[in-house]
């Protein structure tokens, strides 16, 4: 039987291409208003990234661990949410997003410049720092553009997941991801201290890191998040289609492998 790691990635492959494919029929068939183009833009942006996020975890099993898995599932937790919330009010929150993220732009700007001329290299970086510039007033002139220090949405994203309708979302993937994302002691104490096994040590911890192997549920788990991020999008935006989602055919295919690997085990 060919070799089964290699049959996994090919599946992987087919469903990348198909969730590619789902995002173009999506952005295509979506009739859009150019004086609102806010919408369009944050919404079909959060979209890509979904897709980008997971394609790079899918590339990389070194990645499918609790080390560094739960890192990339938190982003992509925290993606769903933010449209999810967007779409509840699609034209101002869009206007939100985009402002508050051009605020941080320019913020960024006054730090390196504040930087470059500490340590008198302003001038030979003044056209990085034009080019930063000019991008900022090809949407919203820098002037214009105000720096907002607080959450781009104003509320926490616990709020933005009870206004959106995806508190149980929040709660049972945003916040268990957030431990590993933060560094929290929670997470620590699990994958990188170990317990000594000497009694009179009294169960004294010292640095390590747990060795795990690539576990595929991180895989599904992301997959997963593609399709819920694809749902969500079809019931706000009004999008059918008779195409098996990605994410089921996905499985379909898994299942299916699991059981040739399973006969040919037996034999």
């Known amino acids: 039987m060919k070799n089964i790691n290699e049959k996994i ?26 004086n609102t183009p806010e919408i369009y833009e944050v919404v079909g942006g959060i979209l890509a990234r979904q897709i980008t996020i997971t394609e790079h975890l899918l590339s990389c099993s070194s990645l499918w ?3 560094m898995a739960p890192m990339v599932l938190r982003s992509l937790a925290d993606n769903y949410i933010n449209l999810a919330w967007i779409l509840e009010d699609p034209l101002e929150r869009s ?8 605020g941080q732009e320019k913020l960024q700007i006054a730090h390196q410049k504040k930087e470059l001329k500490s340590s008198g290299n302003l001038e030979e970086n003044k056209v990085y720092i034009e080019a930063m510039e000019n ?10 553009t105000e720096v907002n220090l607080s959450k781009w949405s104003e509320i926490s994203v616990r709020k933005m997941a009870e206004e959106a309708g995806c508190i149980d979302f929040y709660n049972y993937v945003y916040q268990p991801f957030s431990v590993n994302a933060h560094n929290m ?7 990188n201290l170990i317990e000594s096994s000497n009694p009179l040590h009294k169960n004294f911890r010292r640095p390590g890191k747990f060795s795990t192997d690539a576990d595929f549920h991180y895989v599904d788990l992301a997959c997963k998040y593609v399709n819920k991020m694809f749902s969500l999008y079809d019931l706000k935006i009004g999008f059918s289609s008779n195409r098996l989602y ?17 006969n040919d085990e037996e034999e």
Do not use: T
């Not at 994410?247 to 898994?254: F, G, M, R, T, V």
């Open 9 to 34: 990635q090919h599946i992987l492959n087919l469903y990348v291409e198909d969730i590619q494919f789902e995002l173009k029929e999506r952005w295509n068939s979506w009739e859009k208003d150019l």
């Open 65 to 67: 661990n609790g080390h």
């Open 95 to 102: 206007r939100k997003f985009i402002f508050f993220g051009l």
């Open 135 to 144: 991008w900022i007033n090809s949407q919203r002139y820098v002037f214009l």
């Open 185 to 191: 002691w929670n997470h620590i104490a699990k994958y």
């Open 246 to 262: 990605p994410y089921k055919k996905l499985h379909n295919a898994i299942n299916k492998l699991s059981k040739e690997f399973s």
